[in-house]
């Protein structure tokens, strides 16, 4: 990363040229910077035992998706000697570099803190994760048996000689590295994938007359570690390391060379498993000369090792969670049905009244759910139409749209099969909505289709409306729980419109620019964004009081940025909270020294996005699916929506954008350097944790009435 230039106005003053690499933070290593933060809360005492854990799972989880993703397109790169340099001015030599030395770092401290920290912590409270010479005699015949009857079966340990070749190696899989002597041609190798047809961490058989903790485990490597003698008998086992290849894994799919996207994609993801490699982990124990024949037969460099300390594949901790301890999770909370829906009328009456705006999951998504399953059995409803994005494996919501279909209305459902990830559930979806006669399309080529909606056409008492549902998360009732997102429920009918003509234009063909009151991405939204921006500059310039506050999920778009930057310029303050990926550098004088970016990370992912737009007290909030980031302006279908009615518009300003804005416990502060520090109260000023203080305050306040 280019060092930031210095301030004032000589020589070495800061660049007024807004095109200036030294004006923009990495993205990669903003994103790695995010991790950081959700590893930050693994080390949180404030949260339960088991929370910590999960947040170490999924700092690694993260970390496995990072490699598949974004390290894979700069090994891509270097593969065929292309230097695109970054916004910063980084080549993908200097980001690969500079990522391995951040990531080796970030091992380390992973490590201190399941070794040192989580696990005794764990152990004193009774659940126990266990190495073989820990195990009594007991435990280990109970174990023995165990690895005879279910797991020795299954394994299949592959020789590696001149009369075998090097075994293929599946992404993410965990292998041992096996050397082994033979009295006749000495030390040999071998390699054995630790099958994943079962759980990582193998419970340990309780014999109930043994007191103890209230649960053990072991992990199914060491256990068959235990037992290699019966895989190579009459050799002598020399020694064994673990290690795990990471692979490309981002589904490169010519939409418009495929001639069935729906098959391309299920080819895709199975070529995922064997993508070129991307990352070798090893133990630090493991020598140089079983690291040279991974490398050799794996065709990798030295600066695709990473060296970990212990546990390979944290992600897998994430089984500890499920152990039924209430004492060491979050309390469980279950939002309550919003009065708007709980005095009598249809949810049809209550939308038609005024627009439903919901806080997920501080409140509930039960109104979503039934909006549709509703819609499903009403003899007055002609037609649905919806967006499934990251739906899940169980959905009400698709066995409602399945139900209307069986009823006789129209249903159409984009099912998005490139949702990374996702693409295996959504293909299974897609296959069993056509089957019950819906239907299905897979989007427009070239393009993902993010956007989240539903729309309901009903034929009411006075003619045909229109009642929609938009959102900034997916219709997936897991989710909906643990994300922090914003649902519209509405019948205006100029959002109606906009709607309609945009599943026109997904499900058939168009060139329509303008939907209504929604701002659309391809198209007309990155201009319409950014006129909002100056819109504001020229209100400051003429009254004063320009404030922008934004809340979203990343900020990358350079031209975006560079707008932030003109209206800092022009002395309009600007909250920015953006919980990932931040490319803005704030506080840079004469640049962006009246702007102000926060992350929080906590119990909720957060994902809701909200603009506002102060504009001389003729206030606009925005919110939807789309971050502001080239891939939302440019290859994705989405939108972003007005709030219309005051009250709402309220609620979303003064209860939950300032709430967060000033929440000094979970809250961080993004410096110029692109680093984080931590938000902390002034003298006298009370704690505010927004996410425990919506728990506690948000339901009570009740949706504007």
């Not at 695109?84 to 030599?93: H, K, Q, R, V, Y």
């Not at 082994?180 to 990582?200: I, Q």
């Not at 205006?492 to 659309?520: C, H, M, P, Q, W």
């Not at 939807?624 to 972003?640: H, T, V």
Request: glycine share 6%.
């Amino acid at each position: 990363m280019q060092p930031l230039p210095a301030s004032g106005n000589g020589a070495g003053s800061l660049p007024r040229n807004l095109d200036d690499p030294r004006l923009f933070i990495n993205r990669e290593l903003s994103w790695l910077e995010f991790n950081g933060r959700v590893f930050e809360e693994a080390l949180d005492t404030v949260h339960p035992l088991l929370e910590r854990v999960k947040f170490l799972a999924i700092f690694a989880n993260n970390l496995d998706e990072f490699f598949m993703i974004r390290v894979s397109g700069l090994r891509r790169q270097l593969r065929a000697r292309i230097v695109e340099l970054s916004a910063d001015g980084m080549t993908p030599t200097e980001q690969v570099a500079m990522i391995h030395k951040i990531v080796l770092e970030m091992y380390e401290r992973q490590a201190d803190c399941w070794y040192n920290d989580l696990l005794p912590k764990l152990n004193s409270r009774g659940i126990r994760v266990l190495h073989d010479h820990e195990l009594t005699s007991s435990q280990r015949e109970r174990l023995t048996q165990y690895y005879q009857e279910e797991v020795y079966p299954v394994l299949t340990p592959l020789a590696f000689d001149p009369g075998h070749p090097f075994p293929q190696i599946s992404n993410l899989s965990l292998n041992l590295a096996v050397v082994v002597n033979d009295p006749e041609h000495g030390e040999r190798f071998a390699r054995l994938k630790v099958p994943d047809s079962f759980p990582r961490l193998v419970p340990i058989p309780k014999d109930e007359s043994e007191p103890g903790a209230t649960a053990e485990f072991i992990w199914l490597e060491d256990l068959i570690a235990a037992n290699l003698s019966g895989l190579f008998p009459g050799l002598d086992i020399v020694s064994v390391f673990p290690f795990r290849v990471t692979r490309d894994a981002d589904l490169e799919i010519e939409d418009d060379e495929a001639e069935d996207l729906l098959t391309a994609i299920e080819e895709g993801v199975d070529h995922r498993t064997f993508g070129t490699e991307v990352r070798l982990e090893v133990d630090t124990a493991t020598p140089d000369r079983i690291r040279k024949i991974l490398l050799e037969n794996l065709e990798m460099e030295e600066s695709q090792v990473y060296a970990v300390k212990g546990l390979i594949g944290m992600s897998d901790l994430m089984q500890l969670t499920k152990i039924e301890r209430p004492d060491l999770k979050d309390p469980p909370f279950a939002p309550p049905v919003p009065e708007a829906l709980s005095d009598g009328k249809t949810i049809f009456e209550a939308i038609r009244e005024r627009d439903l705006l919901f806080y997920h999951p501080y409140d509930t998504f039960t109104p979503v759910v039934d909006f549709v399953r509703v819609a499903a059995q009403d003899p007055d409803v002609l037609a649905i139409k919806l967006t499934l994005y990251r739906v899940g494996p169980k959905s009400p919501i698709v066995d409602a749209l399945m139900e209307a279909r069986e009823n006789g209305k129209q249903v159409a459902v984009l099912v998005e099969l490139k949702a990374r990830f996702d693409e295996e559930n959504n293909i299974a979806w897609a296959r069993a909505l056509e089957q019950a006669g819906v239907h299905v399309v897979y989007g427009v080529i070239g393009l993902k289709t993010h956007a989240k909606m539903c729309l309901v056409v009903r034929r009411d008492e006075d003619g045909i409306r229109r009642y929609a549902h938009v959102s900034t998360g997916n219709y997936n009732t897991v989710t909906t729980r643990i994300y922090t997102d914003l649902g519209l429920l509405t019948a205006d009918e100029e959002t109606g419109e906009g709607i309609t003509d945009l599943f026109n234009a997904i499900t058939g063909y168009s060139r329509k620019e303008v939907f209504g009151k929604l701002l659309v991405a391809p198209g007309r939204m990155r201009k319409e964004f950014i006129a909002r921006i100056d819109r504001e500059i020229e209100v400051h310039k003429a009254h004063g009081g320009g404030y922008l506050a934004f809340k979203m999920n990343a900020l990358v778009d350079r031209r975006c940025i560079q707008a932030l930057y003109r209206a800092s310029q022009a002395g309009v303050k600007i909250d920015l909270q953006v919980r990932g990926i931040c490319c803005l550098r704030p506080g840079l004088p004469g640049i962006s020294e009246t702007i102000t970016v926060t992350s929080i990370v906590g119990r909720f992912l957060e994902h809701a996005r909200i603009y506002y737009f102060r504009n001389g007290g003729d206030e606009e909030i925005l919110t939807g699916s789309a971050d502001l980031m080239p891939r939302n302006f440019d290859r994705r279908i989405e939108i972003l929506y007005p709030i219309r009615d005051a009250a709402l518009k309220d609620l979303l300003l003064n209860t939950i954008l300032r709430t967060h804005l000033k929440d000094n416990v979970k809250s961080r502060r993004l410096k110029s350097d692109g680093s984080y520090e931590r938000v902390m109260p002034a003298p006298g000023e009370p704690l505010l944790d927004s996410q425990a203080w919506m728990l506690e305050h948000y339901r009570a306040l009740g949706l504007p009435s």
